[in-house]
Structures are given as structure tokens and as C-alpha cells.
């Protein structure tokens, strides 16, 4: 199971010194990429209190020995407070993509593909499970700063939240509490750990260049200077024509030289024209899986948490979802969380906890969506929310479902962050 790293353990909020909190972000910006500011700054110092709880000398001795340079400090900072939320075929539209746009991009039936920012794996053995399926050759490298997330990635082994997404194959669509990637996918997947604002990246990559880069879900969290950085380098590592994913936030950063191209509704970058035709070798193209049913044990712990609610058993219903969060913090736990308080009358608490969870994630339609129709904050700040939600859905087919504890069609979303636009400012 993947939630966060450090953050997603730790308490909301911390005792540290705001100067310090400053410092660290500071420090992390500098060494990661990383954006802290008053969105986000709770997931920061919980992270740092967490951190510093096992270092000696506390938080400050950390931020301290990490300014200075200590490669552990460093490396026990970021690991803290990096986001690391993921799962299975997280925007599974992407993988349809991929299975559609792969053959193609095989020039001899190989496609070298990279997961950048992998977190826990499960983005990367997603992409190998949907590359198996079309190409002869694949081979996919999954990248990450936090080398404890890495350790989790090789192991393969997943439990049930990882696995609450839609578009499983049936390997991953069993009943036991625990699945582990089939063995003849480790032949063609590999970890390392990689910093995307080191200067260097060839220890890790040496010279290749990708058919194939993912990069989502993780630029959103940097001070956008450095993500246009990044961009930059990730197109040098594309072959001509080869293609990369990244989240729909991400693409007003993309340099000149990456073109971006709409297929089906899915917004990808490129260094020249995608050709969207249907491969010759269609026969090879397997046919999207039919949508599994979101996550075993835990879709169900959010189902019996609405179900109490909708039954009017608002005391039930809040015990469940602050299990949940309890052992899951994420956004839609935070967000089912939001909704029951919401319901019990505490308007206050259903946004600090609707904050944490776009703060998490940035790309939580639903969160912002939620935000932004939340008529106890000013007009300014629901307008900011119901921008977001509409650029995250802008392009996504109508019919296709966004998730959250109550999922929407797309078409919903933009009718209501539409409508409430209006009204907002
Ligand atoms: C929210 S997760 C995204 C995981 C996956 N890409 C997905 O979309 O499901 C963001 C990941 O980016 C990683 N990350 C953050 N800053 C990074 C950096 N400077 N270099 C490499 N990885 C970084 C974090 O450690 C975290 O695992």
C-alpha cells in the first residue's frame, strides 16, 4: 500500500518553529525541486517533525546536517516529505493510451520506457503489465529520489489500496490481501534511484534515450522553474516521435521543443507529431480489460462509511472514515473524511481536511471541485478551486469517471465547477 511518505504517518500539522519549517523548504527547493508554500506548508512540517523524531538532535539537528550537506540527512529529509501517493493504473486513460500509441513506437518490436518519479512502483509495473501486453521487447526503468519508496517498488508486493484503481489485469484482480507482480514481468523491469534536478543523470541512465517517459504526478510539486528544467531534460532523453506523459497541470510548463498533442482526450508531449492512426499490427493491440471494482477491503470500508451516512448514522459513518484516514492518508480517505464531518456540521474541519487532501495531491479533481463549492470560503479562493478542477478535466472524455468516495463523470465536474464559476467572484 502507498500513501505518503513521512507525511502520510505523521499527525496534521507540527509544533516547529515556523523559521525552521521556512528553512527546510528552502533547503528542499534547492535540493529536490520541491515547492512549499502556504498550500502545502502542513505536509512539510509534519514531515519534518516525523524526520526529526529519528534523527538525533531533533528537526533542527536534520534541516542543519542537511543544509551542510550529509548525504543521510538529505536523504531522510526529502524521504519524509515527498508526497508519494500512487496505485495501480492511476488515470487509467493514460495506460489506454499507452497500449494504443506502443506498438507504434516500437521501431523493432522493443520500447524502452521510463517511470520517473515511481514512488512505490506501482506506476511502473503498470506500464509493464500494459506494454507486455503489446510489444515484443519492453523494458521499463523506474526512477525515484526516495530510496525507501524504491525498496518497496523491487519487492512488488502490493496490498488492496494500492490496487483500488479500475483497468486491473487479472493477475492483480485476485482476493488475497497482499499481491506480488508475476515473476516474468521482474525480467523486464528495473529500480534506481535517480534526483530529476541532479545535475547528472547518466550514473543512473547512462546515455539512453526512451520511446516512452512518464513523468506524473510529480512535477506538480515543484517551484515551476524547476519543472520546466526538467522537462527540458526529460525531451533530450526521447527518441524523434517518442512520447511523454505527464499530469494535465504540467503541460502549460513544457519548453518550445516539446509539442503537445491531444489524443483521445488525453493531452501527451512530444518532440514532433504523434501519428494517432491505428498500428498495422492492430491484432497486437490488446482490447482495454473491463473495469475491476475498486479496491477489496479498503472500497469497501468507504462504501460502509457512505453507507452509514446515507442511513443517517453519522456516528458510524465518522468512525469508519477516521479509521480509514487512520490507516490510509490519502486523498479520497480525506475527503470521505470532509464529507461526514461536513454532514456533522463541522464546515471548518471538512476544509482543513479537503486542503490536506489537494495539498497531497494536486490533481484531485474532486478535492477541488469540493473546495470550490464550499460556500464558507470567499469568492477568490472557490474561484482558484474551480479553475483547477475545470483545467484537470479540460479534454477528459464526459462519460469518463473521476474518482474520489463519490465518483463523478466528467461531464458533472465541468458542468458543476461551470455553473458554480459563475457564481464565484
Ligand atoms: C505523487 S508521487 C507520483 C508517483 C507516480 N508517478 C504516480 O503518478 O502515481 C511523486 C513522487 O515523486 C518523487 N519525487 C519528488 N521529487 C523528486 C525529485 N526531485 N526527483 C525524483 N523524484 C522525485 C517523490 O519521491 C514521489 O515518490
Known amino acids: 500500500m502507498r500513501r505518503t511518505h513521512g507525511a502520510a504517518t505523521a499527525k496534521h500539522g507540527s509544533d516547529l518553529d515556523r523559521a525552521l519549517v521556512d528553512r527546510a523548504a528552502r533547503l528542499v527547493a534547492g535540493l529536490a525541486g520541491l515547492r512549499f508554500d502556504d498550500s502545502n506548508r502542513d505536509v512539510l512540517a509534519a514531515g519534518l517533525a516525523r524526520a526529526g523524531r529519528g534523527f538525533a538532535g531533533g528537526a533542527a539537528a536534520l534541516v542543519a546536517a542537511a543544509a551542510d550537506g550529509d548525504e543521510r540527512a538529505r536523504e531522510t529529509l526529502c524521504g519524509a516529505i515527498t508526497v508519494g501517493e500512487t496505485y495501480f493504473f492511476r488515470h487509467p486513460e493514460h495506460f489506454e493510451l499507452i497500449r494504443r500509441l506502443a506498438p507504434k513506437l516500437a521501431a523493432d518490436g522493443s520500447v524502452r520506457a ?3 518519479g515511481c514512488s512505490t512502483g506501482e506506476e ?24 525507501a519508496a524504491l525498496t518497496t517498488a523491487r519487492r512488488g508486493r502490493y496490498g488492496r489500496w494500492s490496487l483500488r484503481g479500475t483497468g486491473l489485469p487479472a493477475e492483480l484482480r485476485v482476493a488475497a490481501a497482499n499481491v506480488e507482480v508475476p515473476a516474468p514481468l521482474r525480467s523486464i523491469v528495473r529500480f534506481a534511484p535517480l534526483n530529476l534536478t541532479s545535475a547528472d543523470w547518466s550514473a543512473t541512465l ?60 488525453v493531452t501527451v508531449l512530444t518532440r ?3 501519428d494517432t492512426t491505428p498500428p498495422r499490427a492492430a491484432a497486437r493491440v490488446a482490447t482495454t480489460p473491463s473495469p475491476a471494482p475498486a479496491a477489496g477491503a479498503s472500497r469497501h ?27 490510509t ?9 470532509a464529507l461526514v464531518v461536513g454532514e456533522l456540521g463541522r464546515a471548518a474541519d471538512a476544509i482543513r481536511f479537503l486542503r490536506e487532501a489537494v495539498a497531497l ?14 460556500d464558507t470560503l470567499d469568492g477568490d479562493t472557490r474561484a482558484l478551486h474551480l479553475d483547477r ?34 457564481g464565484a467572484r
Open 114 to 116: 521510463w517511470s520517473a
Open 124 to 147: 511502473t509495473w503498470s506500464l509493464a503489465f500494459a506494454l507486455r501486453d503489446v510489444v515484443a521487447a519492453p523494458s521499463v526503468i523506474g526512477t525515484d529520489l526516495n530510496v
Open 206 to 265: 547512462g546515455e539512453a534515450r526512451f520511446e516512452l517517459v512518464l513523468c506524473r504526478n510529480v512535477l506538480v510539486y515543484f517551484v515551476p522553474d524547476a519543472a520546466r528544467a526538467v522537462l527540458r531534460r526529460l525531451a533530450d532523453r526521447l527518441v524523434d516521435g517518442g512520447v511523454l506523459v505527464v499530469s494535465a497541470l504540467d503541460v502549460e510548463l513544457a519548453p518550445p521543443e516539446l509539442a503537445s498533442v491531444v489524443v483521445d482526450g
Open 272 to 274: 514532433r507529431r504523434v
Open 301 to 327: 470500508t468507504v462504501d460502509s462509511a457512505r453507507a452509514a451516512a446515507d442511513r443517517g448514522d453519522l456516528a458510524a459513518a465518522l468512525a469508519a472514515a477516521e479509521a480509514l484516514v487512520a490507516e
Open 329 to 337: 492518508r490519502a486523498p479520497e480517505t480525506l475527503h470521505l473524511l
Open 361 to 374: 495531491d494536486p490533481t484531485y479533481v474532486l478535492g477541488h471541485l469540493g473546495l470550490g463549492l464550499a
Open 389 to 422: 478542477a475545470l483545467a484537470l478535466v479540460d479534454g477528459v472524455p464526459d462519460e469518463r469517471i473521476i474518482g474520489g468516495p463519490d465518483p463523478l463523470p466528467a461531464s458533472w465536474v465541468k458542468k458543476l465547477a461551470s455553473a458554480a464559476r459563475q
